[in-house]
């Protein structure tokens, strides 16, 4: 049996058991010891795999006592338990093998073959597998991926063989290992016929948002609501549209807006559809069509700001009370968007509840956007580096959150596609979406801020052809309802989509969080894959790291991640207002605010060398000024700037005071010396120019932040303090800060020792 100093030793032992022919599996259960069957082989039906709890050892071993030596019953002369023990014919230590029910030509022969295990695991053991996971560095996919059954729950979980191994039997909590299979080819071309069957059971198993629910706006061709997975949470009032003639109706061709609303609303149907869990919806639908259908004059790209404006403002007029996310993955086709447009302002504004119509009661809003996608190129060798296509207006808006793509799906099951290898590993930047690498460092915004999955793309065995197929896809809501209502859809429009989902979520569940906050805490989940890592550890220097984000942001998000409050994961969270500047005798800085972390000074000293991470997540709204010189000095174009600046070692508090913020000097315009700060943080401090979303990572030895307690949120300058009126010199804005400390060591426990010197519910309070 392997084992690994990463994980606790097993509290039980996996047999093979092999059983007389005819018998059941389930003659081995003891539910009163623990003992239970699991995989059994589909060939023969007499291999079972038999997990043993430590605990139940000596029960077993006294049954097979009493059968071997114990007394005869009375009536039929046969030894005790026989019916238990007759059916055994063989025990064997149990090998992965044992557990493989799937062909045994698809189970991977070298120990570091990679791929998506399916692992069926007993019921209750979600947590102990994630656990283990985290322990050996793998990933399990997210729970919009697994499928729920009422006694088992399946798991896919992207590792190699030697890994599968470890988990097996440290856990004893999978009874079963297939390969992950899932695709939507099976409802695109297996069962297509029966597709409505599968619909139904889903919506039978729905239990629907109330009408006050928050909701995903989206902004696209229309939606058919008539679709059995979406009229429930789409009101015939919430269907709006730019001109009336046009009609609510999606008209696109491929249905683009009605695949967006099922992604939106459910996330990617093909597991959904294959489980017989209930799925339970706490946000709803609202649609706005902008676009026209065939036989109308198209719009004029001029004018996408105002018609997203007035988009904006027609649900917010029918459902002034609903909280919403606006969600648009329409985008100005191979227009850059590394300087400001109109459209991408108007967003700004938007967000920033700074339009024309807004007043001081109007709400700030949280817009989600695509980077816009590259041509599917079907010629190999015509495919340039991502880098080549920069994200397209107006997904530059610095108040949006911006998606790009990556995949997991690396499995080309499709009929008549079985020699096909999938265009990128798992973890790897889709093929479909675009960079900002090409944009100037210190004048764009870093886009895009997140990544999701928005599909692969499939490589001919000869290596000449690239295509589109559809079990590299995600699967949601058609267009057509009668004849197939189940389609394959990918690109960043599905990415969007669900980060419009992943948004609207976090609304519903934290009512009073700002827009700003929703996008610090998506973007604070955010993690990067193994691949991206990699590429992270061979960058030379901070520019490169500048490189990497611009092409794969912070990462994928996690609503689990974003919800989540672990032992050894401990984040503080503060919303607040703030006045950067103030008109007295000139035009000044005005306040700077500080956070006390709580960071025990005997807690790092225990920890010493032991490697943490901070992580910082600010998020703000700007008020954009687009004027021409806006797109060559950041200054001009946002009302203000906020920057977050954490005490420097052996740096006093008036000192650090006095280095950050001009107002606390005798003269502004002298600050105090200082040691120049660490070389821990991923990006640093000249990263940030552009963009009003800052995150970054310090990371070390636990010793090296003794006396670094101490962050400053603190102004830079805009146009509200150079250029603008007393009235907005003197203006408040507001801010979100996320914080969080972790060890990589997953046994480490953080919470402990600083909820005990602080409460950790008021160390970094919520003001709203």
């Not at 429009?493 to 934290?510: D, F, N, P, V």
């Amino acid at each position: 049996m392997p084992s690994d100093d990463r994980l606790e030793p097993p509290e039980g032992t996996f047999l093979e058991v092999e059983l007389r022919r005819g018998t059941k599996a389930d003659i081995l259960e003891r539910k009163t010891d623990g003992v239970r069957p699991g995989a059994v082989k589909p060939d023969d039906q007499r291999t079972v795999a038999l997990y043993v709890p430590d605990h139940a050892r000596g029960a077993l071993e006294r049954i097979l006592e009493d059968y071997t030596n114990g007394p005869l019953s009375v009536v039929a002369g046969q030894p005790p338990m026989k019916s238990f023990v007759e059916p055994i014919e063989a025990f064997r230590r149990a090998r992965l093998e044992t557990f493989w029910t799937d062909d045994p030509e698809a189970l991977p022969k070298n120990p570091r073959d990679q791929i998506w295990w399916a692992l069926w695991c007993w019921k209750n053991s979600e947590a102990k597998i994630e656990e283990v996971c985290e322990r050996l560095g793998v990933r399990a996919a997210n729970r919009d991926r697994r499928l729920y059954f009422p006694e088992a729950v399946v798991i896919p979980v992207l590792a190699t063989r030697a890994d599968i191994e470890l988990m097996l039997f440290a856990t004893g909590a999978i009874a079963e290992l297939r390969r992950a299979s899932d695709s939507p080819v099976f409802f695109t071309d297996e069962v297509r016929d029966n597709q409505h069957e599968w619909t139904e059971d889903l919506a039978t198993r729905v239990i629907w948002p109330p009408s006050t629910a928050p909701s995903v706006c989206l902004l696209d061709t229309g939606v058919n609501r008539a679709h059995m997975l979406i009229e429930p949470a789409l009101a015939n009032a919430d269907m709006h549209v730019i001109d009336r003639d046009w009609g609510t109706d999606d008209h696109d061709g491929m249905g683009h807006g009605t695949a967006m609303a099922g992604l939106a609303l459910h996330g990617d149907l093909t597991a959904q559809l294959g489980d017989q869990s209930e799925r339970v919806l706490q946000h709803r639908l609202e649609s706005v069509k902008i676009l026209p259908p065939d036989g109308f004059e198209a719009n004029d790209p001029h004018s996408y700001g105002v018609l997203t404006q007035t988009a904006i403002s027609l649900p917010e007029i029918t459902a002034p009370e609903r909280a919403r996310v606006f969600c648009m993955a329409v985008t100005n086709k191979d227009v850059s968007g590394s300087m400001a447009t109109t459209w991408s302002a108007a967003v700004d504004q938007a967000a920033a509840g700074t339009m024309i119509g807004d007043d001081a009661s109007s709400p700030r809003r949280l817009f989600v956007v695509s980077t816009g996608n590259i041509a599917p190129e079907i010629e190999f060798r015509r495919i340039r580096s991502q880098d080549f296509y920069p994200v397209e207006d107006p997904a530059q808006a610095w108040n949006a959150l911006t998606v790009g793509g990556y995949t997991d799906l690396i499995d080309v099951n499709d009929a008549g596609y079985e020699d096909w290898q999938p265009f990128c590993a798992a973890g790897q930047l889709s093929p479909y979406s675009r960079t900002s690498v090409a944009w100037p460092q210190g004048r764009a915004p870093f886009k895009p801020e997140i990544v999701l999955e928005a599909g692969n793309r499939a490589v001919s065995p000869s290596g000449t052809e690239v295509l589109t197929v559809d079990s590299l896809s995600l699967l949601s809501t058609g267009r057509d309802v009668d004849k197939q209502p189940l389609v394959p859809f990918q690109a960043t429009s599905a990415a969007t989509a669900q980060a419009g989902r992943l948004a609207a979520q976090l609304s519903a569940a934290h009512l009073d969080y700002w827009p700003e906050t929703i996008r610090a805490l998506i973007i604070h989940s955010a993690e990067w894959t193994q691949p991206m890592l990699a590429a992270f550890a061979t960058a030379a220097g901070k520019k490169n790291n500048y490189e990497l984000v611009r092409r794969f942001g912070y990462g994928v998000p996690s609503l689990e991640r974003a919800a989540a409050s672990s032992r050894n994961h401990l984040a503080l969270i503060s919303q607040s207002p703030i006045q950067p500047f103030r008109l007295q005798g000139g035009r000044k800085f005005n306040e700077c605010h500080y956070y006390d972390l709580p960071l025990p000074r005997r807690t790092l000293e225990e920890l010493g060398n032991e490697p943490v991470e901070m992580k910082v997540t600010l998020s703000y709204f700007i008020d954009p000024n687009p004027g021409l010189s806006a797109n060559v000095d950041p200054q001009r174009y946002q009302s203000h700037g906020l920057r977050f600046d954490l005490r420097r070692k052996n740096e006093s508090i008036s000192n650090f005071q006095k280095r950050v913020n001009a107002s606390e000097r005798e003269d502004p315009r002298v600050a105090p010396r200082a040691e120049p700060d660490d070389n821990r943080w991923l990006l640093g401090p000249q990263s940030i120019s552009a963009g009003s979303l800052h995150c970054d990572v310090w990371s070390g030895p636990a010793i090296e932040l003794l006396g670094r307690d101490k962050l400053c949120i603190k102004p830079v300058n805009g146009w509200w303090r150079t250029r603008a009126s007393a009235e907005y010199c003197n203006k408040a804005t507001r801010y979100a800060l996320i914080i969080t400390m972790k060890t990589r060591n997953v046994d480490i426990d953080l919470y402990t020792p600083i909820a005990a010197s602080v409460d950790i519910r008021t160390a970094v309070p919520i003001e709203v």
